[in-house]
């Protein structure tokens, strides 16, 4: 079993930025790779951003270039720092984790609300 705890989230101007935590605990030694996904009102959840445990990282074109996955491979921590954000950004953001037995772990979520 691994849990995953997201914080950082809120509220922020077009333009700012914000940068989400997520740690894992439990079974971290299993963890392949985690990663950032999100969801907004009436939409499909979709992948933001992925790391591996190699450091390999692949962004979704939508925030190319604006956010930047990173990591602490030891602590299993992943952070998404969020620069540049627009009101399209708005979403409930979840980190997953991925293990080596294929089963996928997701946190609670927590709220980005780009607005003026």
């Known amino acids: 079993q691994v849990q995953l705890v997201e914080s950082g989230g809120g509220l922020v101007q077009p333009g700012g930025s914000l940068r989400l935590s997520c740690a894992a605990s439990?079974?971290?030694?299993?963890?392949?790779?985690m990663g950032w996904y999100r969801q907004a009102p009436g939409k499909e959840r979709e992948l933001v951003a992925t790391i591996t445990n190699g450091g390999s990282t692949n962004y979704a074109d939508s925030v190319k270039g604006r956010f930047t996955i990173s990591g602490d491979n030891v602590k299993k921590t992943v952070y998404l720092q969020m620069n540049s954000l627009k009101p399209e950004d708005t979403a409930v953001y979840y980190c997953k984790a991925v293990t080596t037995y294929h089963l996928n772990y997701w946190g609670q979520g927590t709220q980005v609300t780009v607005s003026s």
């Open positions: 439990g079974n971290i030694f299993s963890i392949n790779y």
